[in-house]
């Protein structure tokens, strides 16, 4: 009988922008590509022709939506993200990055529709999704992303002009779905880039070694 084939890990980068999601992930790129590992890092915006169109709308906040219409909005960009692209490398073997997912929307969106009622939302999404197995969440108090974010004043989009009240809630329903679920590790990353990368890459380097070990093929 043929050996069934092994599903790759799946690693979510979560966070306020500012908070080094980007750089992280690059960093982490870098570390995958001098190890003997099949990876593969998503890009929403860049994937998916289809998903790019609806994130662009949501962002540029046009045409103005229901948050709840909203809400199903970013869900279907990333079940179509999911199905075309995510699924078919994890499906083949290869461990998945992404810079944000799931828990992005679940964050966002609570704050004007409340973290339960956007979980049912998910809920009724999930089977349509993939759970990430680990969630790297780079925390930054609000006051460091003002700083990285807000007070450069220019190329913010719709979200990101929200304001620093809307985005104090953002970061506790982040720490809120921390507390609820075991695959989130939480990053200072107020600290320097580089002390950062290292937790990075020691969290990554020890969750894929247990995930290989607890995924041998028999």
């Given at each position: 009988?043929?050996?069934?084939?092994?599903?790759?890990?799946?690693?979510?980068?979560?966070?306020?922008?500012?908070?080094?999601?980007?750089?992280?992930?690059?960093?982490?790129?870098?570390?995958?590509?001098?190890?003997?590992?099949?990876?593969?890092?998503?890009?929403?915006?860049?994937?998916?022709?289809?998903?790019?169109?609806?994130?662009?709308?949501?962002?540029?906040?046009?045409?103005?939506?229901?948050?709840?219409?909203?809400?199903?909005?970013?869900?279907?960009?990333?079940?179509?993200?999911?199905?075309?692209?995510?699924?078919?490398?994890?499906?083949?073997?290869?461990?998945?990055?992404?810079?944000?997912?799931?828990?992005?929307?679940?964050?966002?969106q609570s704050v004007k529709l409340?973290?339960?009622?956007?979980?049912?939302?998910?809920?009724?999404?999930?089977?349509?999704?993939?759970?990430?197995?680990?969630?790297?969440?780079?925390?930054?108090?609000?006051?460091?992303?003002?700083?990285?974010?807000?007070?450069?004043?220019?190329?913010?989009?719709?979200?990101?002009?929200?304001?620093?009240?809307?985005?104090?809630?953002?970061?506790?329903?982040?720490?809120?779905?921390?507390?609820?679920?075991?695959?989130?590790?939480?990053?200072?990353?107020?600290?320097?880039?580089?002390?950062?990368?290292?937790?990075?890459?020691?969290?990554?380097?020890?969750?894929?070694?247990?995930?290989?070990?607890?995924?041998?093929?028999?």
């Open positions: 009988m043929a050996k069934a084939k092994r599903s790759g890990a799946f690693i979510a980068i979560e966070g306020l922008d500012g908070a080094g999601k980007s750089s992280n992930l690059r960093n982490l790129e870098n570390w995958l590509s001098h190890t003997d590992t099949k990876h593969f890092v998503a890009d929403e915006y860049k994937d998916l022709v289809f998903s790019n169109t609806l994130r662009t709308m949501l962002n540029e906040q046009n045409p103005r939506v229901d948050p709840v219409t909203e809400t199903f909005m970013f869900y279907s960009a990333r079940i179509e993200h999911t199905q075309r692209i995510l699924a078919p490398y994890l499906d083949s073997g290869y461990h998945v990055l992404t810079d944000r997912y799931s828990d992005s929307t679940r964050a966002y409340g973290l339960e009622r956007v979980e049912a939302i998910h809920a009724q999404a999930a089977h349509s999704l993939r759970e990430p197995d680990l969630v790297l969440f780079y925390d930054i108090p609000v006051e460091v992303y003002k700083q990285r974010v807000i007070l450069r004043g220019k190329g913010l989009d719709a979200i990101e002009s929200r304001g620093i009240e809307f985005f104090t809630q953002v970061r506790a329903n982040y720490l809120q779905l921390a507390e609820r679920n075991p695959r989130f590790v939480v990053i200072d990353a107020s600290q320097p880039l580089d002390a950062v990368l290292a937790e990075s890459l020691r969290q990554v380097d020890s969750f894929l070694g247990k995930f290989n070990e607890n995924h041998v093929q028999p």
